[in-house]
């Protein structure tokens, strides 16, 4: 069976299929404007939070729409992956000095990720690499809950500590003691100044002093390395002598007394033998020969 359609039909059947052309024209020149039929370079990165990122979120670079958010998914607790593609004709752009930055461009605005554009000296970033990110906040990120949550329990903390401070400085007496101590900071301050005024003129003294020192000793430093070199032997040797000290030293008071205790009894021995009647005329004599030697002179 045939059918026949009337002039009416004809006619919105036409417009109909104007509609749809015009549709697939429209859609077809929207994805080339948006760059969905053109091969794309897929890069990530991560976010400590992904509030206001999700899949189809802008991606510029220096303010340029070049490529779109693919997928969100959280890594860690704190960490969150973000994947993104960028157009091929623009990859070059990315180098490995490159960084991702989240931002709104407007305050009301969605976020979008900018890409920093990296130098030409650096080297391209290869498919599929994890680029870097540069966290910041805008207006509406303080202004959300949980900033705002923050900032508020922050302020609250502050009023707790204010109002210890308060409390502690209502006592008259408190207040009386640090009227006190910024009454003595005053006189401390001014003879810190006196003093280190008074090391600065012994500094400019000394170093005028030290041209002198070193034309009447010119090798005054040489002498003193060989000082410190002598003294470092000497210490060497006292303490290689230490140890025999050590030894020896419980029986020192004792030795000495056992000398002592010695030349006592050489003195009795000889005031006895003197006393014989074979040497006390020898011993007259060697006194008097003493007695006659004039005091200045001196043994040869």
């Known amino acids: 069976m045939k059918i026949r359609f009337n002039k009416y039909e004809k006619v919105a059947g036409l417009f109909v299929g104007v509609a749809i052309m015009a549709s697939v024209v429209g859609l077809v020149g929207v994805a080339v404007k948006n760059g969905w039929l053109e091969s794309k370079v897929h890069y990530s990165t991560e976010l400590e939070s992904a509030d206001g990122i999700h899949a189809g979120t802008a991606v510029q670079i220096s303010g340029l729409r070049v490529g779109a958010v693919t997928s969100v998914a959280l890594e860690t607790n704190d960490r969150v992956r973000v994947n993104f593609a960028v157009l091929e004709k623009v990859a070059h752009k990315v180098r ?178 003197q006393k014989s009647f074979l040497l006390r005329g020898k011993v007259d004599e060697v006194r008097q020969e003493e007695g006659r030697r004039p005091s200045n002179t001196s043994e040869p």
Do not use: C, W
Request: no cysteine; net charge negative.
């Open 96 to 273: 490995k000095d490159s960084s991702v930055q989240m931002y709104r461009p407007f305050i009301l605005a969605d976020k979008v990720l900018d890409i920093s554009v990296g130098s030409e000296t650096a080297e391209l970033l290869e498919p599929g690499s994890v680029l870097p990110t540069h966290s910041g906040t805008d207006i509406m990120d303080m202004l959300s809950g949980r900033k705002m949550g923050l900032i508020l329990s922050s302020f609250d903390n502050l009023a707790g500590s204010l109002k210890i401070v308060g409390e502690a400085f209502s006592n008259p007496e408190r207040t009386k003691n640090l009227v006190q101590v910024l009454d003595k900071v005053s006189p401390l301050v001014n003879n810190m100044n006196s003093m280190s005024m008074e090391v600065t003129k012994l500094a400019n003294a000394a170093n005028k002093s030290l041209p002198g020192l070193q034309k009447e000793v010119p090798d005054l430093g040489q002498q003193m390395g060989q000082i410190v070199k002598n003294l470092n032997v000497l210490t060497t040797e006292f303490q290689k002598l230490t140890p025999a000290i050590s030894a020896v030293a419980p029986e020192l008071p004792r030795t000495s007394r056992r000398a002592v205790e010695a030349l006592d009894e050489a003195v009795v021995l000889l005031k006895a033998m």
